[in-house]
Each structure stands twice: as C-alpha cells, then as structure tokens.
Nanobody, 117 residues
Framework: QVQLVESGGGLVQPGGSLRLSCVAS????????MGWYRQAPGQQRELVAS???????NYADSVKGRFTISRDFAKNTVYLQMNSLKPDDTAVYYC???????????WGQGTQVTVSS
C-alpha cells in the first residue's frame, strides 16, 4: 500500500524559510508528476508547484521567485523550499504524486505551515 508522508512544516516568522519533504513508501511506479498543493481555512485547495519526471516545473503566481520544487525520483521524494514566507502562505500543504498506472493521484496527509510573528 502506497503512503505519502510529508514533513518539515511548522511555525515561522514572516520572511523566514521552511523546507518541506514528501516521501512515498510502498511500491509506487511510473510517477510522472509530483506536486505540492495547499489549503487555507475556508478556501479551496490550490496548486503551489509541480514537477514532471522530465524536470519541467510549474508554480502558482503567488509563489514564483520564492518557492522552489525539486525531486529525487529514485527515492520517490519531492521537496519544496519556501523562502520569504508571508502570512498568506499559511495553510496545510499536501503532496501529490501522479502515475501512469492509475487515474487518481496519491495524496499525503498534509503538514501545517503557519507564518506569523
């Protein structure tokens, strides 16, 4: 059974940095896209950043220039380096893996990021 486990969330002051990690356990194959989403209270889940097996990246406009997504496909791990954090970045962050073997993506359980002074 595949599980995605996020780590690295926490409380940080505005302007600070955090690095999120997400690793997949179990047998997972043919990953073609890894991504990070976030959901703030009362809001819909939104895409933050994604990266394909070929290395192509995509970022939400609100995080461009501040966040960087990277991956290690051999280790089934994706990272999100978050710099210059703002209070508006406060949310639960979820990782997401898509494979060619099934239509539904895998989701992690989420990790809380709180940006506050």
């Amino acid at each position: 059974q595949v599980q995605l486990v996020e780590s690295g969330g926490g409380l940080v002051q505005p302007g600070g940095s955090l690095r999120l990690s997400c690793v997949a356990s179990g047998s997972i194959f043919s990953i073609y896209r890894m991504g990070w989403y976030r959901q703030a209270p009362g809001q819909q889940r939104e895409l933050v950043a994604s990266i394909t097996s070929g290395g192509s990246t995509n970022y939400a406009d609100s995080v461009k220039g501040r966040f960087t997504i990277s991956r290690d496909f051999a280790k089934n791990t994706v990272y999100l380096q978050m710099n210059s954090l703002k209070p508006d970045d406060t949310a639960v962050y979820y990782c997401n893996f898509q494979t060619t073997l099934r239509p539904a993506p895998y989701w992690g359980q989420g990790t809380q990021v709180t940006v506050s002074s």
